[in-house]
């Protein structure tokens, strides 16, 4: 694979065209975008309009319901990186049931903010003090069972295990590509 342009868009601006037809020159077979929803909305829209319809591969800021009501019809094909689905994960029913008995329907981050704050807790529980050094330094030791399964973290604070998937716009909904 070869990169035919690397530049970037400024947040909420409303016509990326010029880009888009810079890119489209360079006769790309697929571009990635590391934003958030809002932009990759207007980028998949405003690509078809001018022609450009290759795929576009972005990460978990655009898996969100919101990047599929902005971009219409344009998101179909549209690849997106993010975690697996909780509803399917054993480790994550009690989580769900419970979730959307009090709140409704989980958002997309809902699972990770839940594992985030109970780590957090659990850390400040075992260490018995709020200093960021020695919470930080018992999380960067120990291994938890989360909502989304085994989470634990290497030296330099990243998950060991990033249960990432790929998933694709297909019939205006996000499906795990198999």
Request: net charge neutral; glycine share 12%.
């Amino acid at each position: 694979m070869r990169v035919v342009y690397y530049g970037g868009i400024i947040q909420r601006d409303p016509d990326y065209k010029a880009v888009l037809t810079t890119i489209k020159q360079s006769t790309p077979e697929v571009y990635f975008f590391g934003g958030i929803y809002p932009e990759a909305g207007r980028l998949v829209r405003q690509a078809q309009e001018i022609g450009m319809n290759i795929p576009m591969i972005t990460g978990d800021g655009v898996y969100d319901p919101t990047f599929i009501n902005i971009a219409g019809k344009s998101a179909e094909g549209t690849y997106v990186t993010f975690g697996a689905e909780p509803a399917g994960l054993p480790s994550a029913k009690s989580f769900m049931e419970k979730y959307k008995a009090k709140y409704g329907d989980p958002g997309p981050y809902s699972i990770y903010a839940y594992d985030a704050a109970n780590i957090i807790l659990t850390a400040i529980a075992e260490t018995r003090t709020t200093e960021g050094s020695k919470v930080a330094e018992y999380i960067s030791r120990t291994a938890f069972h989360g909502a989304f399964g085994d989470i634990s973290f290497d030296k330099n604070g990243d998950v060991t295990k990033a249960p990432y998937v790929i998933w694709k716009v297909k019939g205006g909904k996000f499906v795990e590509v198999k």
